[in-house]
């Protein structure tokens, strides 16, 4: 399992809330656009996916 982000749930109108709750800094935010995952550092802890508001950070298979 790997996190996505679901583009057409992100309000991209807001610094995203999840950017900071991610322990390995793997979320970035440029502006308001939607965050982007660093595939690389990111753990799929979930975290982000249970602080997503708008549930735009989704678990994809």
Known sequence: ???SINQKLCPQNHIC???ESCPVGALTQIGFAAPKID???CINCGT????C???ALQFED
């Open 39 to 41: 595939k690389e550092k």
């Open 1 to 3: 399992m790997s996190i």
């Open 17 to 19: 809330p999840a950017i």
């Open 48 to 51: 982000c996916v249970n602080i």
């Open 53 to 55: 508001p708008k549930g």
